[in-house]
């Protein structure tokens, strides 16, 4: 039984369940098969150490607002302006060679965040409105009851809501962008740690929300107690499972730390490192006033920072070997390690590269709300879950887990480089190592962004 609360502004509905779902440890021991995929085997009882997902993007103001209002500054006027490139939905989608064809009418694509924002609808409602969007249906669902505190009234001096507040607002806006004409179902955790966000999971899994689901957000996978015997990530792992049996593609973003993301040595973040999760790497897109595609680096603003770096370095795309999962058989061939490597694929990520959103959950008058330029990797897993949305419209149905499609596209010449941008430049060592990136797959953008149009059909 689902109890409605009330909602305000825009389509959809606001979800609580009466009886929240929860994970008994007997059910979260890896099965025999799911258990050849981890590198080192389990023993004794799990670790029942919590892990504490970040999720926190770069992002810097941009013209402050408090409410609808024109953003008058095309790319190259913001690097004047701002020296940081500002792109705008229409930008991205012709950057990136998104088919006006395809609008993921009759899809529906999963966000889970953590707190949420208090604002989002109206949010929604702006950046709709300053770029000429229709309004979706957005349906914001609670899994374990009330929503979060955070949902009807951020305190913006907690740290974690705030960078989540942030995050939900990237993540909706940005997901719509590419994909307008899609339901969006935000499925809400009332806190970051595993467990909430793993109930969250498995409701939008369970309940067959959609065939997309993005996960913008991470943990070292360095920083996980126990590791592989971790019970929390053993109940996500789960979920996985569950997930690619539904026939649902799952996006997590790779980190925003570099390699070592933010230890001594490398090391992927989780859930991104999941073989059964697509890991989402950051680059910095260059592309024309006209979304015109330019070129594409490696995002590392401790190394090649555009634009003069004026506000010095938000950060690096994660990407690393795991240190806790196996290289699953569809990566073998082309990283050539015994670790499941991530990023997967690649997406614009750099601040001074941006894309722009709106947040309002700010006080009235206290001129921190209005237009953002965002980045990091948690830019690209929902705009990735939207691309495959669109490649479920194409096809009529859910192409489900893509990553052997992926890698098997990467292993043909010509399907590669009519899929893909290669992206050759650059590194993610970042405060600690890091790695290259190269012709074909490398860890930091794995087998590199997206050509859409040309891309979708070879999902079929």
């Excluded at 997309?212 to 957000?217: D, R």
């Excluded at 190592?433 to 797959?441: D, K, M, Q, S």
């Amino acid at each position: 039984m689902l109890l409605l609360a009330a909602c305000s502004g825009g389509g959809g509905r606001s979800v609580a369940p009466v009886a929240p779902a929860n994970f008994t440890a007997g059910s979260t021991r890896p099965t025999a098969a799911a258990a050849s995929r981890f590198l080192t085997a389990s023993s004794g009882a799990p670790n029942a150490t919590p892990i504490i997902y970040q999720a926190n993007p770069p992002r810097r103001l941009a013209l402050a607002s408090e409410g609808p209002a024109a953003f008058p500054f095309t790319p190259s006027q913001c690097v004047q302006q701002f020296g940081v490139a500002c792109y705008a939905p229409a930008q991205i989608r012709a950057g990136y060679d998104v088919p006006a064809a395809l609008d993921g009418r009759g899809q529906t694509i999963v966000i889970v965040d953590a707190f949420g924002s208090p604002t989002i609808r109206e949010d929604l409602h702006a950046f709709d409105q300053e770029f000429g969007l229709p309004d979706p249906t957005l349906n914001i669902i609670y899994p374990m009851g009330a929503p979060p505190v955070a949902a009807t009234k951020l305190d913006k001096h907690h740290s974690n809501q705030l960078g989540w507040a942030f995050e939900t607002s990237l993540d909706v806006e940005w997901s719509h962008a590419l994909a307008p004409s899609a339901t969006i179902d935000l499925v809400i955790a009332p806190s970051n740690f595993g467990n909430a966000l793993n109930v969250a999971q498995a409701y939008a899994v369970d309940n067959h929300l959609g065939s997309v689901m993005s996960l913008s957000f991470g943990s070292a996978e360095g920083m996980i107690a126990g590791r592989g015997n971790n019970l929390q990530l053993q109940q996500a792992d789960r979920v996985y499972q569950a997930a690619q049996a539904a026939g649902m593609t799952v996006f997590a973003s790779s980190g925003d730390s570099g390699a070592a993301n933010g230890l001594s040595f490398a090391n992927a973040g989780f859930p991104a490192s999941d073989p059964l999760v697509t890991a989402v790497g950051g680059t910095n897109l260059f592309l024309s006033d006209a979304g015109t595609y330019q070129s594409e680096n490696v995002w590392n603003d401790g190394d090649a920072c555009p634009f003069g770096c004026s506000d010095g370095a938000f950060g690096a795309t994660g990407g690393a070997p795991s240190v806790i999962f196996a290289a699953p058989a569809y990566q073998q061939a082309l990283s050539h390690l015994a670790a499941r490597t991530t990023s997967d694929v690649a997406y614009n990520a750099s601040v001074y590269t941006s894309v722009l959103a709106y947040v309002g959950f700010f006080p009235a008058g206290s001129g921190q709300n209005g237009f953002y330029f965002f980045g990091g990797t948690s830019e690209g897993a929902p705009q990735w879950a939207a691309i495959t949305a669109l490649a479920n419209q194409s096809a009529g149905h859910a192409v489900g887990f893509i990553n052997p499609k992926l890698y098997a596209i990467g292993a043909n010449a010509g399907k590669y480089l009519s899929a893909f941008h290669d992206i050759t430049a650059g590194d993610n060592r970042f405060n600690g190592p890091g790695f290259p990136a190269g012709p074909g797959y490398d860890i930091p953008t794995g087998l590199g962004s997206p050509n859409v149009a040309n891309l979708v059909g070879l999902l079929h």
